[in-house]
């Protein structure tokens, strides 16, 4: 009997799975490789639903499988520890699945190389992991990595100046009042409850910061526009406001390496939320020269992130906070000054700021690495920004 070797994650098992492992054991008895919550952590950016142990003893369980084994590789090929272990005589795929790396892999260890197509068994509804997680909301986040607070005109009337963004894909789990844009994102949702839709970004932005600011809104707060625009347009995105509550002026990056960099520096440390009735407006000391203060910073970190200049970028951004927080000292009340006092400490950690209008939330950190310093803090979060077309 032939061995027969398939690869993947299986993190969300489903019925598209089983058919899978049943047609790749026709060819012979059936070996799984099963990635590693490293492997997919560092690949996907996200932590798995199930740990690699629960994965594991789930394929075991599946009448078609022979045996299975946690991959002890890294990356799209992390499984080629485990065909020195199995031996294989065959490698199946799926037709999305496939790649030159894998064929030339065969070629090498005299495999056969078998393509399947996604067929579903007989009566069931062809299922996909990426389909499965658009039954929950796919609506992004946004982080604001400068000049927050700038895109109220009470703040640039005082002087012009850019807020910068980035949008994220909801790789995590988007807590309430913790400073992420929650509440333009729920307002989102009442429209289009699992994703946005393909139209311009700026006009959709537009129509959400419209529809979430309309005139018989009971109380008389007008949310930033850095929140609509944060979320719907996606990258890198900077925005100029002078006096006004829509920007004059709105610039986009999507350059792959400036997004890598962000994604490879940025990660997030979960606290407590904000707590009802929480006002970090009370105390304002806003002047004209710490306005100019907010607004230089945000300049700074913008030439910073396009030179991909991490020391730069980590001083800009920490000049950005200090700004924002010499204007409103109660963005760090309550739990929000014990949190940055413990982190600021931690080896790795270059600089900090609280997303949104502070309070609580989250803290989220400029790192040498993120990707290390994920796997040796669990609770930090990386992030992965919403890409045009995402």
């Not at 499965?132 to 909301?137: C, D, G, M, V």
């Not at 980035?166 to 807590?175: A, D, G």
């Not at 970190?301 to 991909?308: E, G, H, L, T, V």
Request: net charge negative.
């Amino acid at each position: 009997m032939k061995k027969v070797f398939v690869s993947g994650c299986y993190d969300l098992l489903h019925s598209g799975h089983v058919e899978f492992f049943r047609q790749a054991a026709e060819y012979g008895d059936l070996y799984v490789g099963i990635g590693s919550d490293k492997t997919i952590l560092g690949y996907k950016h996200h932590k798995t639903v199930y740990s690699e142990q629960e994965r594991l003893f789930m394929v075991k369980s599946i009448r078609y499988v022979k045996d299975a084994y946690i991959n002890q590789g890294s990356g799209i090929l992390d499984f080629l520890p485990t065909l020195d272990i199995v031996n294989p005589d065959v490698l199946v795929v799926n037709e999305d699945g496939g790649n030159d790396d894998k064929r030339r892999v065969c070629e090498e260890r005299g495999m056969e190389y078998i393509v399947l197509q996604r067929t579903p068994q007989e009566g069931l509804t062809a299922r996909s992991s990426t389909d499965l997680k658009k039954t929950e909301s796919q609506i992004p986040t946004r982080l604001d990595l400068a000049g927050t607070w700038i895109d109220q005109p009470y703040v640039s009337h005082h002087a012009p100046g850019w807020a910068i963004t980035i949008s994220l894909e909801p790789t995590f789990e988007i807590r309430e009042r913790c400073g992420l844009s929650t509440s333009t994102r729920n307002i989102i949702k009442k429209i289009w409850p699992y994703q946005l839709p393909n139209m311009d970004p700026e006009m959709l932005a537009k129509l959400v910061f419209c529809f979430e600011n309309e005139p018989e809104r009971v109380d008389s707060f007008i949310s930033g526009a850095q929140d609509s625009i944060g979320i719907c347009i996606p990258g890198l995105c900077r925005h100029y406001y002078n006096g006004r509550f829509w920007p004059e002026r709105i610039k986009t990056c999507q350059d792959e390496a400036v997004l890598r960099f962000l994604e490879e520096h940025l990660v997030m440390i979960p606290m407590e939320p904000r707590k009802p009735g929480c006002s970090v407006v009370e105390g304002e000391d806003i002047t004209k020269t710490k306005v100019q203060a907010l607004a230089k910073a945000a300049d700074d970190c913008w030439q910073a992130i396009m030179n991909k200049d991490l020391q730069v970028f980590a001083k800009a951004y920490m000049d950005s906070f200090n700004a924002q927080i010499a204007m409103f000292p109660r963005m760090i009340q309550g739990c929000v000054q014990s949190v940055i006092d413990t982190w600021s400490k931690v080896p790795g950690v270059l600089a900090w700021k609280m997303p949104g209008a502070g309070g609580g939330g989250y803290l989220a950190c400029v790192v040498e690495d993120a990707s290390a310093f994920a796997l040796t803090h669990p609770e930090a979060i990386r992030l992965t920004i919403r890409r045009p077309g995402m």
